[in-house]
């Protein structure tokens, strides 16, 4: 048994972005990278020392190698116990019920979310901190101020196996074959404890919804529903819930086994990338009721026969009807929503007299709010949805809400909960437009055009709509007081319509322009129309103010949501 210091040279942009350090496979593949990057975050946490850490991933390719240097970093660096998921799985929102459960002092998942994945494809570690939600900014920057100065990495270079001990290569491959079985194993002076990934998540989201009532509507002759893991985290989780303890036929979760590479695909889950299951309920309503969700399990879309439901709807229709659910029968304390996501949320808070919110763009925004019992329900425009019960978005919770709310409300659908729910508040059309992989001096020059012509654009119109405000989006946490600036530029026609430009702190590929807009009708008789063509005049002032299709060549989004 060795511990060994590693000296190495700092690697240049280690900076967490939105949702944690993603890069291309190759990149984490250099030699002492993911070292690096680890070590890091253990010298910027010291309280793990002495203490457990979670670990598991979304499965995707460098997953179990990562697994296994993590481990031997962590035995390295004085921590006490390390869960791990079994096979290397944990989806996002089951790190955080077992951080929670367990009172680790923080977690590492190793995910890049809906990138692709594959050995051409993503990678990415997010840390979480003890209350189970991503570490806050001050935390990710003065980890990534450690990295430019880290000099050495500490591992366990050889290790007792059952009183063998063997060199370092022979125990990586003993770590990988590991966490494939539940059990308990010493480590250096550390123990691995490798863990059923579903066990601690069913039994948090199981204590929450009227699983008697969803039971009988899975039952119900006539309801036909289907859930698409698309290859990723999720299908473990799918099945327990769905299937094991909510009755559901095997064959309503599709694509159940996570893949590597996610069977070639893009685990986003929304209609340009799940385009099968959207024609199937959406276009030709052969379902009441479909989810999705991405690669490591945190986000989710719901489509109902004839209608996808926008992400910023389903924030809003949940807050609306949440005493339906067992979990939020006394009522909720507030809601919050990322910046881009559209009022509708706002509007039902103001109803029912509870606090709203707007946060910047990203999970780690809500944790400060749901610690202080400020808010129950939160959610993002990008299909993600959550609430107290952990500090991730949860895209089986979400699905698990909307049965629950489709088994209280008998006669009703999808499309009808969702048109009562617009004639109540009014409709709040939304779409976001990315413009992907686009050169980043080109991206940041649109962005500086909107920025620049920001304080003369009050007074001025979009068609009829009068712009009231515009500014540089900057956010002062009710909490904590932590300020953050630059977080995405809004053009505000009062409560009429909004038009929002920021860039992707995600991607892996020169940068992506997001373009978003927002539109109110209080109308019924106008609730129906198509989505785009309502938007066309806050979509024809992005893009002129910007200047992005003169400035990059395109034409058009890559994709709209
Ligand atoms: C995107 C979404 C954001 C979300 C983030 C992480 O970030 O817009 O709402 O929180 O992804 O989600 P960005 O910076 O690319 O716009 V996940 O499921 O990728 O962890
Ligand atoms: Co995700």
Same mark, same amino acid.
């Given at each position: 048994m060795s511990l060994r210091e590693v000296a190495i040279a700092p690697f240049e942009g280690q900076k967490p972005g939105t949702s944690g350090l993603r890069k291309k496979v190759t990149v984490f593949q250099q030699p002492g990278y993911l070292e690096a990057f680890v070590q890091a975050v253990f010298d910027t946490a010291p309280e793990l020392q002495g203490g457990t850490l979670v670990l598991g991933g979304d +499965?995707? $390719?460098f997953n179990r190698e990562a697994i296994a240097t993590i481990l031997r970093l962590a035995a390295a660096n004085g921590i006490d116990r390390v869960l791990v998921g079994q096979r290397g799985i944990l989806s996002t929102p089951a790190a955080s019920a077992v951080i929670r459960r367990h009172r680790a002092r923080g977690g590492l998942v190793l995910s890049a979310s809906h990138n692709p994945g594959g050995p051409d494809g993503d990678f990415g570690i997010k840390y979480n901190i003890a209350n189970g939600g991503p570490a806050p900014e001050a935390v990710t920057e003065a980890i990534f101020k450690r990295t430019q100065t880290i000099g050495r990495y500490r591992i366990l270079d050889a290790m007792d196996v059952k009183g063998v001990t063997m060199p370092s290569s022979v125990s990586e491959r003993m770590l990988d074959q590991w966490i494939d079985q539940v059990g308990e194993y010493r480590l250096g002076g550390m123990t691995v404890q490798v863990i059923d990934p579903v066990e601690d998540y069913a039994a948090v989201v199981g204590a929450l919804f009227d699983f008697d009532a969803i039971r009988r509507l899975i039952a119900r002759p006539g309801f036909r529903f289907r859930f698409d893991?698309? !290859?990723?985290? @999720?299908g473990p989780y799918a099945r327990r819930l769905l299937? #094991?303890?909510?009755?559901? =036929?095997? @064959? %309503?979760?599709?694509?159940?086994e996570p893949k590597e590479d996610f069977g +070639? +695909? !893009? =685990? #986003?889950?929304n209609p340009a990338h799940a385009p099968e299951l959207y024609q199937a309920v959406v276009v030709d309503g052969t379902l009441d009721f479909a989810a999705a969700s991405d690669g490591d399990g945190d986000r989710n879309m719901i489509l109902g026969k004839g209608i996808a439901v926008s992400p910023s709807d389903s924030l809003a229709v949940l807050a609306a009807n949440a005493t339906l659910v067992p979990g939020y029968a006394r009522g909720i304390s507030g809601v919050a929503r990322s910046m =881009? @996501? %559209?009022r509708a949320s706002d509007a039902v808070a103001a109803a029912l007299k509870v606090e709203s919110f707007e946060t910047p763009t +990203?999970?780690?925004? $809500?944790g400060t709010l749901l610690d202080a019992g400020r808010i129950t329900l939160c959610g993002e425009e990008s299909y993600g949805t959550s609430s107290d019960h952990v500090r991730e978005k949860d895209g089986l919770w979400a699905v698990l809400f909307w049965l629950n709310l489709l088994a209280a409300k008998p006669g009703e659908t999808v499309l009808s909960i969702l048109q009562a729910h617009w004639r109540r508040f009014g409709r709040h059309y939304y779409s976001r437009h990315d413009y992907e992989a686009v050169d980043a001096k080109q991206a940041a020059a649109a962005l500086d055009r909107l920025r620049a012509a920001l304080p003369g654009l009050p007074g001025e119109k979009i068609g009829a709509l009068a712009i009231t405000a515009a500014d540089d989006f900057a956010y002062r946490d009710p909490v904590d007081g932590s300020e953050s600036r630059g977080q995405g530029l809004r053009v505000i026609c009062g409560e009429q319509a909004r038009v929002i430009a920021r860039l992707s702190g995600t991607g892996t590929e020169g940068a992506t322009v997001r373009l978003y807009f927002e539109l109110f009708e209080s109308d019924p008789a106008r609730q129906n129309d198509d989505v785009q063509s309502r938007l066309q005049p806050l979509i024809d002032f992005a893009e002129v103010r910007t200047g992005l299709r003169e400035i990059t060549g395109r034409t058009a989004p890559d994709v709209i949501t």
């Open positions: +499965g995707r $390719f893991a698309m !290859h990723a985290v @999720t299937v #094991d303890m909510l009755g559901a =036929p095997a @064959t %309503s979760v599709i694509n159940a +070639g +695909g !893009h =685990p #986003d889950p =881009p @996501t %559209s +990203g999970w780690k925004f $809500f």
